[in-house]
């Protein structure tokens, strides 16, 4: 999940060096979206990893 985050930054970051603002700004939304359901999730398995020990 992490590595579509970062894919879809880096997209982000070249389509906006490169002008396209569209493209930007949706490939930057999909990685915030993907960044905090990993971050979430990442979360709630350190949760069950301390609960379970």
């Known amino acids: 999940m992490l590595t579509w985050t970062l894919i ?7 389509a906006g060096i490169l002008g396209f603002g569209g ?3 949706t490939a930057a939304g999909i990685a915030k979206v993907l960044f905090t359901i ?3 999730l ?3 398995s350190l949760l069950v990893q301390v ?3």
């Open 8 to 14: 879809f930054l880096v997209v982000a970051l070249i």
């Open 23 to 25: 493209v930007a700004s």
């Open 38 to 40: 990993f971050l979430v």
């Open 42 to 44: 990442f979360l709630v």
């Open 51 to 53: 609960v379970g020990a």
